[in-house]
T-cell receptor, first 114, second 120 residues
Framework: AQSVAQPEDQVNVAEGNPLTVKCTYS??????LFWYVQYPNRGLQFLLK??????LVKGSYGFEAEFNKSQTSFHLKKPSALVSDSALYFC????????????FGAGTRLAVHP | GAVVSQHPSRVICKSGTSVKIECRSL??????MFWYRQFPKQSLMLMAT?????????EQGVEKDKFLINHASLTLSTLTVTSAHPEDSSFYIC????????????????FGAGSRLTVL
């Protein structure tokens, strides 16, 4: 079955330190991968996506993600965390087979402490 | 950029009543919209795919008679929760894909701000 997993419910990091939010996927064919962020009582905001090409993808707000085909991972990273980065982060994969549907991981809550 | 508007943002209703949530693409046309449901501290669950001019496609386990979806125009999809009960209380989020740059699943899905439904 095609799916995406976020193994950590919560990630805690001190402001100024690098952060990583993990994501692994299981899809048939070449994956289309996305990261979204959700602030309290809000919809999701797009951060970045991987479709093809360079494995390191740069996105909004200084975030980047690295596509690793051998490890089937697409971890979200940022060199220096801000308190304002605290939010809920979702990794998502586009289902192949013409379904054109986005399936989300369980989400990881990022808490950046001053 | 693409903007999706959802209304209302919050609604409280009595058990047994019906509630309608609107999802509008403000600056693009969307032949397809998606409705998600999110429980507290949980991920988004795809409920259905709303298709303009035709019937919605529901995910397994989602009651189509409970959650009525109408996509009457290229910019509006509505979700009606019929005979709502407390267990229907949730955060409902719609999304649409701007295809102005070409039709591709790689196009980014734009989300509305969500509608929090509380059924008393």
């Amino acid at each position: 079955a095609q799916s995406v997993a976020q193994p950590e419910d919560q990630v805690n990091v001190a402001e100024g330190n690098p952060l990583t939010v993990k994501c692994t996927y299981s899809v048939s064919g070449n994956p289309y991968l996305f990261w979204y962020v959700q602030y309290p009582n809000r919809g999701l905001q797009f951060l970045l996506k991987y479709i093809t090409g360079d494995n390191l993808v740069k996105g909004s707000y200084g975030f980047e993600a690295e596509f690793n085909k051998s490890q089937t991972s697409f971890h979200l990273k940022k060199p220096s965390a801000l308190v304002s980065d605290s939010a809920l982060y979702f990794c998502a994969v586009l289902l192949s087979g013409g379904y054109n549907k986005l399936i989300f991981g369980a989400g990881t809550r990022l808490a950046v402490h001053p | 950029g693409a903007v999706v508007s959802q209304h209302p943002s919050r609604v409280i209703c009595k058990s047994g009543t019906s509630v309608k949530i609107e999802c509008r693409s403000l600056d693009f046309q969307a032949t397809t919209m998606f409705w998600y449901r999110q429980f507290p501290k949980q991920s988004l669950m795809l409920m259905a795919t709303s298709n303009e001019g035709s019937k919605a496609t529901y995910e397994q386990g989602v009651e189509k008679d409970k959650f009525l979806i109408n996509h009457a125009s290229l910019t509006l999809s509505t979700l009606t929760v019929t005979s709502a009960h407390p267990e229907d209380s949730s955060f409902y989020i719609c999304s649409a894909r701007d295809l102005r740059g070409g039709s591709s699943g790689a196009n980014v899905l734009t989300f509305g701000a969500g509608s929090r439904l509380t059924v008393l």
